[in-house]
């Protein structure tokens, strides 16, 4: 059975300075993982998505994520934080090996940006 | 180009009362999907819908939860003699086709139900 493992529930960071949120999935086929971010009170906006095209996936806002399947890892990054980044964030992967519809999301991380 | 619009926004209902829950898709889009967010949880799948056929329904709980898409009209979530476990955020996603890599689920602002 898939399911993805967000390593932690809450990160702050400065200003300006990298953002690194951690994610490891369980997958007995070749995933597909997404990463989602949610605003207090909104609903989910998709920042990437990997289509194993590139293991390198540049996502909208600035956000990138690498897909390492020698570490079962999709780790979330941006260079330089912004203010308005903090928000929730969700590693989503996909149920079973098809198009079945059904997202598996982590339980969430918490970005915390500092002034 | 209107996104997936879900409404209320906010529900209040007393234990025993029945919910309602509207989900809109997005232009062109006839799967939707479900989920149920407690607090300090992550989304959980519930149903899976595309136009008047139920596809996965593997989330919902047995008793007082339904869902239909009918050809006409939005998708509704109906939650029958609610429980103070029922609060919770649920959110509603939409696809062009079912959800592939390709075809990412677009999600709505979500209804904050709580039960009094």
């Known amino acids: 059975a898939q399911s993805v493992t967000q390593l932690d529930s809450h990160v702050s960071v400065s200003e300006g300075t990298p953002v690194l949120l951690r994610c490891n999935y369980s997958?007995?086929?070749?995933?597909?993982l997404f990463w989602y971010v949610q605003h207090p009170n909104k609903g989910l906006q998709l920042l990437l998505k990997?289509?194993?095209?590139?293991?390198l996936v540049k996502g909208i806002n600035g956000f990138e994520a690498e897909f390492k399947k020698s570490e079962t890892s999709f780790h979330l990054t941006k260079p330089s934080a912004h203010m308005s980044d903090a928000a929730e964030y969700f590693c989503v992967v996909i149920h079973g090996s098809g198009n079945t519809g059904k997202l598996i999301f982590g339980q969430g991380t918490t970005l915390q940006v500092k002034p | 180009n209107a996104g997936v619009m879900q409404n209320p926004r906010h529900l209040v209902r007393r234990r025993g009362q029945e919910a309602r829950l509207r989900c809109s898709p997005m232009?062109?889009?006839?799967?939707v999907y479900w989920y149920r967010q407690l607090p300090e949880e992550g989304l959980k799948f519930m149903v899976y819908l595309q136009k008047e056929n139920i596809i996965d329904e593997s989330g919902m709980p047995k008793e007082r939860f339904s869902a239909e898409f009918p050809k006409e009209g939005p998708s509704i979530l109906r939650i029958q003699q609610v429980v103070r476990g029922d609060s919770a955020a649920y959110f509603c996603?939409?696809?062009?086709?079912?959800?592939?890599?390709?075809?990412?689920?677009?999600f709505g602002d979500g209804t904050r139900l709580s039960i009094l």
């Open positions: 996603a939409s696809s062009i086709s079912p959800t592939g890599s390709n075809q990412p689920q677009h």
């Open positions: 232009k062109g889009h006839s799967h």
């Open positions: 997958s007995s086929y070749s995933p597909s």
């Open positions: 990997y289509t194993s095209a590139a293991t």
